[in-house]
């Protein structure tokens, strides 16, 4: 069920991942999850201003690492990173949802309930992951364009 997200008990998440509990770790998390859509970089940062960014970086690093996080990208080509479902582990995501990119606001949602077909790739190949791309408006920039 993808409302497990909210439900994220985070000290016991860093504590699974035999990561310490740090504040700054913590508010990563917590601000992740209190969004719809992915979060980017320039964004944490300019929340956690109190935080240097090598700092962050790392913190985004591990998590990403530790199946914790996954990364998207908006239409600009930045990176987003957005809470995983629960059942990605260390160095093995499962992020095989349809990724929805708005063309008016730039944000990335994670579609969790729109799984990815498993793909047939031609013998040789593995597949560690498969990534799609949907664009177009959400519900929140559509609602704005409706005239009244
Ligand atoms: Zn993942
Ligand atoms: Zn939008
Ligand atoms: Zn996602």
Known sequence: MAQTKK?????????????KKTAPRLRVLS???SKTS??????LEEVM???????LYRILTAFEEKGIIHK???LN???????????CEENHHH????????VECKNVYC???????????PQGFTTDGVTVYATGTCPKCNKKKTPK
Request: hydrophobic share 35%; charged share 25%.
């Open 31 to 33: 601000m992740m999850s």
């Open 77 to 87: 080509g930045t990176a987003n990173y957005a809470l995983c479902a629960s059942n």
């Open 49 to 55: 201003s109190d935080v240097d960014r090598v700092t």
């Open 7 to 19: 439900n994220f008990d985070f000290e016991e998440l860093l504590n699974k991942h035999q990561l």
């Open 95 to 102: 992020d095989e949802h349809l990724h929805f990119n708005c």
């Open 38 to 43: 992915a979060t980017s970089q320039p964004d």
């Open 72 to 74: 998207v990208f908006d």
């Open 111 to 121: 579609l969790d309930d729109m799984h990815l077909p498993k793909l047939e790739v």
